[in-house]
């Protein structure tokens, strides 16, 4: 799909950051139709100590191909903060490739929100290629109906004293499917890395699965990294206990279901880009009630 992309790429954002800048919020919406399929490739590079958050929203109407490229550059003691809600037509298939480079003391903070699409697959690859480089990997997929979701992430870790967190949350109903596919390379020089992987799923139906692999693989001898899965179902005790209050059963499932993804949203610290997530999942409420 990135070569697809190589090939047929016609529009794109290209941002650059100056050195010790603060860009602010930058949002980025691409709307797709039915019309043609859609190849953005985008090219963001923040320079030494530069700042920036950018929220990348994708929706559209009918059914299409929107295959995204973003080439991802954040230079020594930079900052940025890439923030993705993916709520395509249900018909619609997504494809988003990253590939962020993270240098010395620098930072890549990035939350992935997946809730429309019936087929989507979200791909990043980090590279963190200097000491004291972070990353942050987090996502939520919420689907429904027969929805197949796939969030696969690549952390390489080729320089000492390197942090990387991944946290990703599943909501899964009807016959929909979630994967979690994470890899940490932590290469030979790479000591003193900092490693940290999770993925949870919550089924609300029998027919839905989830299917998750995470990976380590290490060739350094002083690290610290671990990984984790775990796959339930709602508490049939804390749902008694909140129909016992009086709360009907589909509000006490949605009070349920939000405090399980009150850790991954909690990723999300500006207020106002959060609310912009929250309303997104109330209208995917609303979507399954009606």
């Known amino acids: ?17 100056p ?27 923040l320079d030494a100590n530069a700042k920036l958050t950018l929220v990348e929203i994708s929706a559209g109407q009918g059914t ?10 954040v230079a020594q003691g930079a900052r940025l903060t890439h923030i993705r809600l993916q709520d395509e037509a249900q ?11 993270v240098e010395t003391d620098a930072t890549y903070d990035s939350f992935t929100l997946n809730l429309g ?42 320089a000492p004293k390197c942090t990387s967190r991944q946290t990703v949350k599943n909501v899964l109903a009807g016959r929909s499917r979630g994967v979690f596919q994470g890899k940490i390379e932590v290469a030979r020089d790479a000591q003193k890395t900092d490693g940290y992987q999770m993925n949870q799923a919550l089924l609300l139906s029998p027919d839905a699965e989830i299917d998750s692999k995470p990976e380590l693989e ?14 339930g179902e709602l508490d049939s005790e804390q749902l008694f206990y909140l129909r016992s209050r009086g709360i009907p059963d589909a ?5 349920l279901v939000r405090a399980f993804l009150a850790e991954a949203l909690d990723a999300v610290t500006d207020d106002s880009i959060r609310a912009i997530l929250e309303t997104a999942v109330e209208r995917w409420w609303e979507r399954q009630a009606a």
């Open 19 to 45: 050195a010790k800048h603060d860009a602010g919020t930058v949002q980025l919406i691409s709307i797709a139709t039915t019309d043609a399929d859609n190849h953005p490739r985008h090219h963001i590079r």
């Open 218 to 231: 290490i060739f350094a001898d002083d690290v610290k990294c671990s990984h984790g899965a775990t796959v």
């Open 64 to 73: 299409y191909l929107l295959n995204t490229v973003a080439e991802i550059h």
């Open 117 to 158: 699409a019936r087929l989507s697959r979200t791909e990043v690859h980090t590279q963190l290629t200097g000491p004291g480089a972070v990353a942050h990997l987090n996502a939520a997929q919420i689907l429904a109906g027969t929805q197949h979701a796939d969030f696969t992430t690549v952390v390489g870790h080729t």
């Open 91 to 101: 018909t619609a298939f997504h494809v988003s490739t990253t590939y962020a480079d």
């Open 251 to 255: 509000e006490a499932r949605s009070i």
């Open 1 to 17: 799909m990135v070569a697809l992309n190589t090939m047929l790429a016609a529009d794109g954002a290209a941002l650059h950051v």
